[in-house]
């Protein structure tokens, strides 16, 4: 159990363009979801948490127009980096803990790595 | 805010040899302290963890401690073996964020046969 999606796993956009990256929670529910940026031989770094129902909490010095988060419901959060250059070019990682019995463990998506041309 | 040490950055041990690895956290208020192992492109799993309750937790191979005090905990991985290389990440965090993780810089590990 708790397992953890993303997709795509894999996107080449040009610079200037959007893209989406959605995160499921494949058999629990999970209020909150979590978005991490890891850039290579990097430590995971705490973009935002995402909030179902309500706006997402973003981490100090992470844009919130740049890095848009939805989370619809409860199997579901998307992050969707507008405006994309190649600086934005990491690996995207999102996590998430099930909603019963107050887990605290996170369970992680397997990544999405975004190169922007 | 939070603040999570990690060293070292990397680690090389023959086979069989023990390995460990240490982070610091800055905020008292933490209580719940995971260890991730990470291959190269892939998520982080989860190998570990341990809750300010508890000073010592052991699985197999593996044990983590933790010094509530002076604001630090430990992996041990003991008899390591060549699967055992990865990056291995620790973390920290509150109960009040909802499993919000920080994370330490990360440790490579590589275990030479």
């Known amino acids: 159990g708790a397992v953890v999606s993303q997709h795509p796993s894999r996107v080449i956009c040009k610079s200037g363009t959007s893209v989406k990256i959605e995160c499921r929670s494949l058999?629990?529910?999970?209020?909150?979801m979590f978005w991490y940026r890891q850039f290579p031989k990097q430590s995971l770094m705490l973009m935002a948490t995402s909030n179902e129902g309500s706006k997402a909490t973003y981490e100090q010095g992470v844009e919130k127009d740049k890095f848009l988060i939805n989370h619809a419901s409860l199997t579901l959060s998307t992050l969707t980096v507008t405006s994309a250059h190649p600086e934005d070019s990491s690996f995207y990682i999102c996590?998430?803990?099930?909603?019963?019995?107050?887990?605290?463990?996170?369970?992680f998506g397997p990544g999405t790595r975004l190169l922007v041309l | 805010g939070e603040n999570v040490e990690q060293h070292p950055s990397t680690l090389s041990v023959q086979e069989g040899d023990s390995a460990v690895i240490k982070c610091t956290y800055s905020d008292s208020a933490s209580n719940y302290f995971p260890w991730y192992k990470q291959e190269l492109g892939k998520r982080p799993q989860l190998i570990i963890d341990i809750r300010s309750n508890v000073g010592e937790k052991k699985d197999q191979r593996i044990a983590v401690t933790l010094n509530k005090t002076a604001k630090h905990f430990s992996l041990h991985i003991t008899e390591t073996q060549p699967e055992d290389s990865a990056v291995y990440f620790c973390a920290a965090s509150k109960n009040n964020q909802g499993g919000k993780l920080i994370f330490g810089q990360g440790t490579e590990l590589s275990v030479k046969p």
């Open positions: 058999d629990f529910q999970a209020t909150t």
């Open positions: 996590s998430a803990n099930p909603l019963a019995g107050g887990e605290e463990t996170q369970y």
